[in-house]
């Protein structure tokens, strides 16, 4: 490997180590969203319960189950 390889994949490297920590803290600094209908918070690090929620983003209520879009507004409530 030549020295200019080597600087390249070093600053590769450095700039995706930076970026991925901006937005890992754009995450923590986010305000958190509560249920529409329970009022709990939702978590911060959502995992997707179904396809329109991987594809379009959203939640699901811990407490209640209620399905929330990812502005925040109510879809559906399976209680």
């Known amino acids: 490997m030549e ?4 600087g390249v ?3 590769g490297m450095m700039g995706g180590l930076a970026g991925g920590f901006a937005v890992w803290m754009i995450g923590l600094a986010a305000a958190r969203r509560s249920c529409p209908e329970c009022g709990q918070f939702l978590p911060r690090w959502r995992i997707p319960a179904n396809r329109r929620q991987l594809l379009w983003g959203g939640d699901t209520c811990p407490q209640c189950h209620c399905e929330v879009d990812r502005h925040g507004q109510k879809v559906e409530c399976s209680r």
């Open 9 to 11: 994949l070093m600053a």
């Open 3 to 6: 020295l200019w390889d080597v």
